[in-house]
């Protein structure tokens, strides 16, 4: 846990970067300080390790008062990675990455195996990347070895500034995947700079906005999108915050599972009936293992009364359908698309598990939106 | 077949194809001109000389001398005959001394070496053993012509040809070399030593502001003339060799200096801010990031330094320190045209070839990381 007391940090020619920071950073949590350039979200950060003095208040790293180590010590049992990444070109991968394990006189063998453990945690070959030199990596790859060497002595704490902000837009992509994947691994404490919105509220557990050093919100990124306290909140986390909360919600979550759906074997009376019982327009079709095959209204009904499989319009479940583990964004986007109110969600194997109505998704937004407006 | 490929390879082949030279040029033995010479009872010799290694030793006029192989006896090899003297003219080289080694067998013996190197390290990124082995042979080469009176009354009879005079009368070429030598490595020595820690000391935070002055005084070393700084020196330390050595520090300080400085500066702040952000001490980020990063820009001003240094030491004949500026000063008092010549020669082989030297040493000093290509 790391604990920010009425934190200042005034330089030396009088500007205060940080102006009374106050809060509380959760173990096993990914906690993003983001705000606009001079906010002081990374010299909040480097204070942490004592790259930057104090000039007031105090820092409780693991309840201890962070000038209570010896600053050294203190650095190398928190992980630093940088948006430079800052690898040392004379150094080949293993000697980057032993660093810090080298600074605390691991043996050999355990440094060994620890590199290769966290080179193939960021999914590099160990055999392949060991002994190459920084500049033989890409952009990407280099990055890759920055976090192994942060997480070179298995600190409890990391600090990451930018570290993906340096990266073209899909392989920024692809590493934040993999560090979530990562982080859901070693459950690190980390404190995660950004300027990138999408960024914090895709990686973090909990965003901390901050505005000329002072901290202005502190919240799950769902309440910030939702609940965003005032104007300043509202305009940084952009016009389509309700767009960007439906990315954090998964289908799972929203959809309903009792769907209307026939069998493919179904007479049309009886998916007249399903319809009807559910006072919807259209029925899902489905085969005997319950994979999606199409859907069917009430007008293909009356233009086809004797075969369903005439009255159904045939589709793809991989193109009609939205996975569970899509994000309600998907699912907005698959509707507006294709012209539905609603969608249908499948699991792996093309299956039915339930559907989700462009309503529900009004619904979430209204209710945020609503909240929204009255806490401003 | 292939093995045979990989022994010969291209630096093998130039051995070889020297050592064929020497062996041919052996048989060709040329009259000696230099009344000296001839006075010590040498009339005929090839040009080809025996191989003189250079040994170290230390002697209360100067600090520390550099002989040819008269001194083996010193370093205990064990091969040298008791009978041969300290004379002024060892002339001789081919002269008598049956151990000593023609210069075309060690060509043939750097043949089997570059050869075997090469089997060994085939195909291998080696950066270590080849150049500085290389190095050292072609060194040992330079330094066994300068150990041989008879090529270069040879070469200056062939410019000279009605000059009565040909070598230097005080002193052998090979002394003059191991003076010059001396000068330069030791005044090397303290210039890297004294250059690389004002360039630290400057680019430390707690001593910046020290910078501009550093680089100021290093600056006016090189604009006040050599010859002035020796003139200066002499009434205030003496005549003989440490003036000189002064005046060579002063004046080649300069690249050293601005080489770490710029070096160091020009490490990127980022790889220091992650070496600081992970707990590495201040000295550990120095010697174990900062130097290694800026070791390229470093070696170079350090290779300019010893160049330059090479050049500037032919004026400590003024004050008595020795070396190649002897003849040269000699040379032009007495208009003796082969001395000047001699000396400006041997000086300008000095320089290439300490030039070669330092650069094998500065790849092999390079982090491997540096140099590398994707």
Known sequence: MIEFQNVVKQFPDGFRAVNGLSLTVHDGEITVFIGPSGCGKTTSMRMVNRLLSITEGRILVEGRDNRDYPAEELRRKIGYAIQQIGLFPHMTVLQNIAVVPRLLGWEEDRIRKRVDELLELVGLDPDVNRDKYPRQLSGGQQQRVGVARALGADPPIMLMDEPFGAIDPITREVLQDEFLEIQKRISKTIIFV?????????????????????????????????????????????????????????????????????SLRASTDDARRAIEAAAVKSAFVVDEDGVLKGWVDREGLRENPDSLLDAMNEGDFREIGVRQSATAREALSAMVARGFRITPVVDERGALVGSITLRALQELADQGWVEGEQAS | MSGLRRFFTPAALVWLVFAVLLFAALSVRETI??????????????????????????????????????????????????????????????????????????????????????????????????????????????????????????????????????????????????????????????????????????????????????????????????????????????????????????????????????????????????????????????????????????????????????????????????????????????????????????????????????????????????????
């Open chain 1, 194 to 262: 950004t300027h990138d919105i999408d960024e914090a509220i895709k990686m973090g557990d909990r965003i901390a906005i901050l505005k000329d050093g002072s901290l202005v919100q502190y919240d799950t990124p769902d309440t910030l999108l939702a609940k965003p306290k005032n104007r300043f909140v509202r305009d940084f986390v952009g016009a389509d915050r309700q767009l960007k909360r439906l990315g954090l919600l998964r289908v799972r979550e929203l959809m309903t599972r009792d769907t209307p759906n026939v």
């Open chain 2, 33 to 374: 001109h230099d009344p000296q010479l001839r006075a010590a009872g040498v009339t005929e010799a090839s040009i080809v000389p025996d191989l003189w290694l250079p040994v170290f030793r230390f002697s209360p006029s100067t600090l520390l001398e550099m002989h040819g192989s008269d001194d083996l006896r010193v370093l205990g090899f064990g091969l040298l005959p008791a009978d041969v003297s300290d004379s002024p003219n060892p002339a001789a080289g081919s002269a008598g001394a049956p151990w000593r080694v023609s210069l075309g067998w060690f060509a043939l013996l750097m043949v089997v070496i570059e050869g075997l190197l090469g089997l060994r390290y085939a195909g291998v990124d080696e950066k270590l053993v080849r150049p500085l082995v290389r190095a050292a042979g072609i060194f040992l080469v330079i330094w066994s012509f300068y150990g041989h009176e008879p090529f270069w009354d040879w070469m200056l009879h062939g410019i000279f040809p009605s000059s009565p005079d040909l070598l230097y009368n005080s002193n052998t070429v090979i002394s003059l070399a191991g003076q010059h030598l001396t000068l330069v490595i030791i005044s090397s020595i303290l210039t890297v030593a004294i250059g690389l820690a004002l360039g630290i000391l400057v680019t430390r935070a707690e001593f910046r502001e020290f910078l501009p002055l550093v680089s100021d005084v290093v600056n006016s070393g090189q604009t006040v003339p050599t010859l002035a700084i020796v003139a200066i020196m002499a009434p205030i330390i003496g005549f003989g060799f440490w003036p000189a050595i002064v005046a060579l520090i002063l004046y080649g300080l300069l690249p050293v200096v601005r080489n770490t400085i710029v070096g160091l500066e020009g490490v990127d702040p980022a790889m220091i801010d992650a070496a600081r952000g992970m707990g590495m001490t201040p000295s550990q980020i120095l010697w174990q990031i900062e130097v290694p990063n800026a070791s390229r820009i470093i070696l170079a001003g350090v290779r300019t330094s010893v160049v330059i240094n090479v050049g500037t030491a032919a004026l400590g004949a003024y004050v008595g320190s020795g070396g190649f500026g002897n003849p040269i000063a000699s040379g032009l008092n007495q208009a003796i045209q082969p001395w000047v010549l001699l000396g400006a020669l041997s000086a300008a082989l000095l320089a290439i070839l300490l030039d070669y030297i330092l650069g094998r040493v500065e790849y092999v000093m390079t982090p491997k990381g540096l140099i590398i290509e994707r």
